[in-house]
């Protein structure tokens, strides 16, 4: 059975950082894409950044400059370190591992 499981999330005030972690366990051979997604109250789930197997990563508008997507294979992990955080980056962070969702972890940003 696999899980995946997000670590990192927190309250930091305006123009702070955090580093999100995502781990997946159990039985997989490898992971195609992974990304991370965020859900604000009353709004639909959005893509913030996700990363393939080759290529570049892929970041939201909103984040660009900002946020830096990374991945690590061998640990089937995926990171997403935040800089210069707004209070409009509040939400509920998910990670995604091909078709596998994480619980979600909570970024509150204050101003």
């Known amino acids: 059975q696999v899980q995946v499981v997000e670590s990192g999330g927190g309250l930091v005030q305006a123009g702070g950082s955090l580093r999100l972690s995502c781990a997946a366990t159990?039985?997989?051979?490898?992971?195609?894409?992974m990304g991370w997604y965020r859900q604000a109250p009353g709004k639909e789930r959005e893509l913030v950044a996700r990363?393939?197997?080759?290529?570049?990563?892929i970041y939201a508008d909103s984040v660009k400059g900002r946020f830096t997507i990374s991945r690590d294979n061998a640990k089937k992990a995926v990171y997403l370190q935040m800089h210069s955080l707004k209070p409009e980056d509040t939400a509920v962070y998910y990670c995604?591992?091909?078709?596998?969702w994480g619980q979600g972890t909570q970024v509150t940003v204050s101003s």
């Open positions: 995604l591992l091909d078709s596998w």
């Open positions: 159990g039985t997989i051979f490898s992971i195609n894409v």
């Open positions: 990363i393939g197997s080759y290529g570049g990563p």
